[in-house]
């Protein structure tokens, strides 16, 4: 448990266990009624965690530049602004992130994790798709989905093989 200057408690699961966070005012009591609440949640992401770690210590990691890595994410963001908005309002950001692919902001700037040059083509174009339905539908919702779904049926296995990187380069530590 963690008390940090949040308005709402977080509930985070990592490769080394859970971590509450608890705005200031909170009790310790409600740290554990949040466990006790959402035990099965936290259990069923242990285990894809858990099942990530062993495919990660297969996995390959692609060797790219920074410049080559930009080239890709302008492409595919290109690509996927046209598609859905028929235009490409999107500036792009490479940087460090600690906990996350990839982030948009509502001023169209898509920001990707330098990290990012280490995953396959297929998954830097899912990345960049993803962070564009975003400019539709800021929160992960059906309306959301639905815009990843029209070019990435299979998107849900596309986040747990993004999930087996995370873990391979250290995301979720």
Not at 29 to 43: C, M, N, R, S
Not at 118 to 134: D, K, N, R
Request: proline residues 3%; hydrophobic residues 40%.
């Amino acid at each position: 448990m963690r008390r940090a200057r949040v308005k709402r408690p977080r509930l985070i699961v990592k490769t080394w266990g859970v971590l509450i966070v608890l705005p200031a005012p909170f009790r310790e009591e409600v740290a554990y009624k949040i466990f006790k609440k959402h035990e099965k949640w936290i259990l069923k992401k242990h285990e894809e965690l858990r099942i990530a770690y062993e495919y990660s210590r297969k996995v390959k990691l692609m060797h790219r530049s920074r410049k080559e890595l930009r080239e890709l994410v302008e492409k595919y963001v290109e690509e996927a602004a046209l598609k859905i908005l028929g235009e490409n309002p999107c500036k792009i950001n490479i940087r460090k992130m600690r906990t996350r692919w990839a982030s948009c902001s509502i001023r169209k700037t898509i920001t990707v994790n330098e990290l990012a040059k280490h995953l396959p083509e297929y998954l830097i174009s899912y990345l960049a798709y993803h962070e564009v339905c975003h400019l539709v539908e800021l929160r992960h919702n059906q309306e959301f989905w639905s815009c990843v779904e029209k070019q990435f049926k299979n998107y849900k296995e596309l986040e747990k093989e993004l999930l087996v990187y995370e873990v391979k380069l250290g995301l979720h530590d």
